[in-house]
């Protein structure tokens, strides 16, 4: 069975429900609440273990946790004409590449 431990979770405090919210990405459609973040992340990790259970019970396959992913680097995007146009001038007023300057742009997007 899958690690329960290298799923990719996330919990949030949720004005809405007033309590926390534990997901697991690669189980979108999972979510527990609890009155605290150290319970929420218990609850989903319980449920986690339910699910994979049944999976495997069930010959299904878990999905592979983000972290044991390989990824190439490489994912378009794509833009209107006239953004590539702009942001084309701002590489080459930077003296940088187009793939340089969108990087440093999402980068710049995650702080």
Known sequence: MTNVEHYTYRVRWSAEDEACVATVAEFPSLSWIAETSVEATQGIRDLVIGVLEDMEQTGETPPQPFGERSYSGNFMVRVPPE???QLAIE?????????????TRLVGTRN
Do not use: C, G, I, M
């Not at 590489?91 to 990087?103: D, F, I, K, P």
């Open 91 to 103: 590489a080459a007023e930077q003296n940088v590449s187009l793939n340089r300057l969108a990087t």
């Open 83 to 85: 953004l590539h146009r």
